[in-house]
């Protein structure tokens, strides 16, 4: 099977999953680029293509479900502006960092993230009661958090979005819906640096990254409009499956090699 087909099918269901979920999709993208084209016969992907390819897929991914969840009132523009601007430099500078770091160390970030977050994810939820307009939070530790995550996602080239959500659920307390929807937004920013660090030192390929846009036109729209109508409690739980699944899957092959 050609290369091009094998990630316009991930890059279908991964959209899918960002609008639904809030993660931007390269939490499901990156194990699906590493795996899936041995398995269906088609040319393996350097791990470094792989992480250009998920910035791709977030930055595409993001802007369609954050319009969506915008329309939905789903949307924190003050919490997007707050911690965009800082997960974007932040995601810059590990794009950067990562064109010298082995595959093995970004193997082992991406699980890390991604186990924790699972773990984050299956917490009680102790939300504030209030909409996207009304919200408050604690603005040096959004813009700590902001920060922190936003570095290690432009790393991994996942801009980290399912982690942010993670974040603004259980250390900033905001509603899961609303968390959802802004972290799209939010993750826009860190995706958008990572892709200028991943494209200057030569980790995008134009025409799979292409293939990875136009599967995004389809999925995310889709997935976004299942969400609004799926309780969040159902969201989370699935995300938590997915994410867990994802980071042990990582973190064999990068203490295997497997």
């Known amino acids: 099977m050609p290369v091009e087909v094998v990630v316009a099918l991930a890059g279908l269901i991964s959209s899918l999953l960002s609008g639904l979920l809030g993660i931007g999709g390269g939490i499901v993208l990156t194990p699906l ?3 899936a084209p041995q398995l269906l016969g088609a040319q393996p992907l350097p791990v470094k293509i ?6 791709m897929q977030a930055i595409s991914g993001s802007v369609l479900g954050a319009q969506r969840h915008f329309a939905y009132g789903n949307v924190s523009m003050r919490l997007v502006l707050l911690m965009g601007p800082p997960a974007a430099a932040a995601s810059l500078f590990g794009a950067f960092v990562s064109r010298d770091a082995s ?8 699980a890390a993230f991604a186990i924790l977050g699972a773990i984050f994810l299956v917490l009680p939820v102790d939300a504030q009661v209030a909409t996207a307009r009304d919200l408050k939070v604690n603005a040096p530790l959004a813009v700590a958090l902001a920060v922190i995550i936003g570095g290690f996602g432009g790393a991994v080239g996942i801009g980290a979005i399912a982690f942010i959500l993670a974040a603004l659920i259980y250390v900033l307390r905001v509603p899961p819906r609303v968390a959802i929807g802004s972290s799209l937004g939010i ?10 660090g991943k494209a200057a030192t030569a980790q995008i390929e134009p025409t799979l990254a292409f293939v990875v846009v136009v599967s995004a036109l389809v999925g995310s729209p889709i997935g976004a409009w299942v969400s609004v109508r799926t309780r969040t409690d159902l969201l989370l739980r699935i995300l938590a499956v997915i994410v867990f699944l994802a980071g042990i899957r990582i973190l064999w092959s990068a203490l295997t090699g497997v």
């Open 33 to 35: 680029l590493l795996y």
């Open 50 to 55: 792989v992480t250009g390819l998920t910035v």
């Open 103 to 110: 595959d093995q160390l970004l193997l082992v970030i991406f």
């Open 187 to 196: 993750g826009l920013f860190g995706a958008a640096a990572a892709f200028i």
